[in-house]
């Protein structure tokens, strides 16, 4: 009797598992959601500086294109400006820079790059004419001979805007005798780099004078003469002077000579540059 009533049981059981398999259904299956690509954040950021590379305070920047075309941001005393983090479908937007007493200037920004700025004065001071151009090494620089730590040229200053100087009155390496000088509105800064060597091959070479025939002079570096002065202007100079005691002749005249043996050099940000207007 008891192994009927097991029998039966385990009937009961076999046919309620199968009554629930087939009942059983799949679940349906959700459709692919394919997610929507997020614009990406842009972070505006930049420096604003005039024709000689000085910071410019207060100057606006204003976004000119886009959806958010007219915020704007203002440089802070050192010619960095920011805008707020925003979202835009576009990658590249144009940015209006003005400031009074300066033509406007209209750049384009790709992504998030660092934007520099240069800002033209309206007016600028006019360094035309001719100078006794005189360069004195630092007081530091006692490894130079006394000879060479006091060059005296004369100067011929050409152009109001991109001004080429050409330095004579010594025997000064053809090529390596013309620098460049650029006005602002109160001031020029004059780089003291070969401009030829800077139009070629976009090299900083220096300014190159023989003293005799194995020997020579070579200076490069920055000065910023301000205020302007056409009279008289003296400025620091930020560079190098060298003295090569063996020199040899270059293959070609379009490069300058080589020194065959360690220069004696002096770098300094204590360099003096003087012009007075003969």
Known sequence: MKTRTRQALGI?????????GCTKSTAPT??????????????????????ISRPVSDARVELADGPQAGQFATTDMGGQFAFAPFTASATTFTLRVTRDGYAPATVTAVGNQIIDVSLTPVTRVNPT???????????????????????????VITGPTG??????????????????????DNAVRFYLYSAYAAATWLEDDPIVERLDATSYVAFSGT??????????????????????????????????????????????SSHRLSLARR
């Open 163 to 184: 001004s080429l100087v050409t330095l004579s009155g010594a025997d000064l390496v053809p090529n390596y005798d013309t620098l460049v000088a650029t006005p602002a």
């Open 223 to 268: 000065a910023t003469v301000m205020p302007w002065n056409p009279d008289q202007s003296m400025a620091a100079v930020d560079g190098t002077i060298a003295y090569c005691a063996a020199a040899k002749e270059a293959s070609a005249p379009i490069y300058p000579p080589t020194c065959l043996v360690p220069p004696v050099e002096c770098k300094s």
């Open 30 to 51: 959700a459709p692919t959601m394919v997610p929507t690509p997020a614009s990406p954040m842009f972070n505006l950021h930049g420096t604003v500086r005039d024709s």
């Open 129 to 155: 004419g001719e100078y006794q151009f005189t360069l004195t090494a630092a007081a530091a620089c006692e490894a130079l001979p006394p000879a060479v730590r006091t060059r005296k040229y004369t100067a």
């Open 12 to 20: 009961i059981a076999t046919l309620a598992m199968t009554a629930v």
